[in-house]
């Protein structure tokens, strides 16, 4: 497997724009998580989904990120409008749902809203 | 939710010396307590896990203690050596549910 996979790797927009993130779990995880990162607040668990279904979405900051996840192998990330205090690494991560199983990180996305 | 908490932020030690790292937790019902290390530009990976039937794992180097009573597990990194240099972050997870919360991150220095 090739891992967590997210797309792209590196985005820079302008702010009041739309910005879209996207990860593929590792085939068979059934739970998926999303996490910004940023020097002052360190990972941050946005939302993450058990079997599809969004669990915790408490770590969202404001109604201006949605995240869905449409099938096991795809969910999206979703910033609308952005600015610049979004910017940071979104790192996306599954596991298999039960506890006490490693989470696998992505790659990461860089985004900078300018 | 669950509260992680990390001491210290930054820490720097002599190469070959030893590097601890300690986490508090805030919900009694957590069970599973992955290190995860991140370098610099790169995903975290995990290092070592516990789970909150053990009190204690050693894979080499490193060894991770936990106390249930007092809601507290540390990192223990020793002969700590140049390419141990990165950011470590703890964190907490449970069965039920399924959440990982993370610590705020340790950068570890190990000047050679």
């Known amino acids: 497997d090739a891992g967590v996979i997210q797309s792209p790797r590196h985005e820079v927009t302008e702010m009041g724009q739309e910005v879209t993130l996207r990860c593929k779990p590792i085939?068979?995880?059934?739970?998926l998580f999303w996490y910004r990162q940023t020097m002052m607040r360190g990972l941050e668990l946005l939302i993450y989904?058990?079997?599809?279904?969004?669990?915790?979405d408490s770590g969202m900051p404001e109604d201006r990120f949605s995240a869905k996840m449409p099938n096991a192998s795809f969910s999206t990330l979703k910033i609308q409008p952005s600015e610049p205090r979004d910017s940071a690494v979104y790192f996306c991560?599954?596991?298999?749902?039960?506890?006490?199983?490693?989470?696998?990180f992505g790659q990461g996305t860089r985004l900078t809203v300018v | 939710g669950e509260n992680v908490e990390q001491h210290p932020s930054t820490l720097s030690v002599q190469e070959g010396d030893s590097a601890v790292i300690k986490c508090t937790y805030s919900?009694?019902?957590?069970?599973?307590f992955p290190w995860y290390k991140q370098e610099l530009g790169k995903r975290p990976q995990l290092i070592i896990d516990?789970?909150?039937?053990?009190g204690e794992k050693k894979d080499q180097r490193i060894a991770v203690t936990l106390n249930k009573t007092a809601k507290h597990f540390s990192l223990h990194i020793t002969e700590t050596q140049p390419e141990d240099s990165a950011v470590y972050f703890c964190?907490?997870?449970?069965?039920?549910?399924?959440?990982?919360?993370f610590g705020t991150g340790t950068s570890l220095t190990v000047i050679p």
């Open positions: 991560a599954s596991n298999l749902i039960g506890g006490g199983t490693e989470a696998f």
């Open positions: 085939s068979g995880h059934n739970s």
């Open positions: 989904f058990n079997n599809n279904v969004p669990i915790d």
């Open positions: 919900d009694s019902a957590s069970n599973y």
């Open positions: 516990i789970r909150s039937n053990v």
């Open positions: 964190a907490a997870s449970k069965s039920t549910g399924n959440q990982f919360y």
